[in-house]
T-cell receptor, first 114, second 113 residues
Framework: GENVEQHPSTLSVQEGDSAVIKCTYS??????FPWYKQELGKRPQLIID?????GEKKDQRIAVTLNKTAKHFSLHITETQPEDSAVYFC?????????????FGKGTKLSVKP | NAGVTQTPKFQVLKTGQSMTLQCAQD?????MSWYRQDPGMGLRLIHY???????DQGEVPNGYNVSRSTTEDFPLRLLSAAPSQTSVYFC????????????FGPGTRLTVL
């Protein structure tokens, strides 16, 4: 089955700096890669996603890149703000009999220092 | 729309007790799933369902049962709770296709003593 590795497990940046979180996946059939943000005590919420036929996607200060050949994808946050502090999860999914189960990485705790 | 709802929010059990975590969604989503979240382990898939009457196992199904008698409800049953099942449990749902956003419920924090 699919296995998703996520690095780093913790990341601390100064406000205004950029943050990058990287994930690798094992199943070459995976074709959908969402990123979720989870604030303390809250539920995970989707912040951005990318499909396998796209190499990069941007939404204001966040962007995701995908390298299908290398089977890795990354989340980029620019001009970080204190409210970006949270745990971020990457996930991978493949369409098939499982209707696209999301398999998650172990998460990255991002701390943005004012 | 209430989205995905879960009850209870908190629960304490003794080893060997049984209980059911409730999950409901009002978005007419075909797909529903249960995850557990443990520190440093991310979100791990327990069971999932692609429609009423259809369920299947995820990554960590042992010790849990599910059923899906209606589109709206997807309860998770612990038949004989163990301390290893202490965790935060999230229910999630999405429309059938893989590219659709998956929505999570607010979670249930379960402690097994």
């Amino acid at each position: 089955g699919e296995n998703v590795e996520q690095h780093p497990s913790t990341l601390s940046v100064q406000e205004g700096d950029s943050a990058v979180i990287k994930c690798t996946y094992s199943d070459s059939a995976s074709n959908y890669f969402p990123w979720y943000k989870q604030e303390l005590g809250k539920r995970p919420q989707l912040i951005i996603d990318i499909r396998s036929n796209v190499g990069e996607k941007k939404d204001q200060r966040i962007a995701v890149t995908l390298n299908k050949t290398a089977k890795h994808f990354s989340l980029h946050i620019t001009e970080t703000q204190p409210e970006d502090s949270a745990v971020y999860f990457c996930a991978a999914s493949s369409y098939g009999g499982s209707q696209g189960n999301l398999i998650f990485g172990k998460g990255t705790k991002l701390s943005v220092k004012p | 729309n209430a989205g995905v709802t879960q009850t209870p929010k908190f629960q304490v059990l003794k080893t060997g007790q049984s209980m059911t975590l409730q999950c409901a969604q009002d978005m007419n989503h075909e797909y529903m799933s249960w995850y557990r979240q443990d520190p440093g382990m991310g979100l791990r898939l327990i069971h999932y369902s692609v429609g009423a009457g259809i369920t299947d196992q995820g990554e960590v199904p042992n010790g849990y049962n599910v059923s899906r008698s209606t589109t709206e409800d997807f309860p998770l049953r612990l038949l004989s709770a163990a301390p290893s099942q202490t965790s935060v449990y999230f229910c999630a749902s999405k429309a059938g296709q893989v590219y659709n956003e998956q929505f999570f419920g607010p979670g249930t924090r379960l402690t097994v003593l």
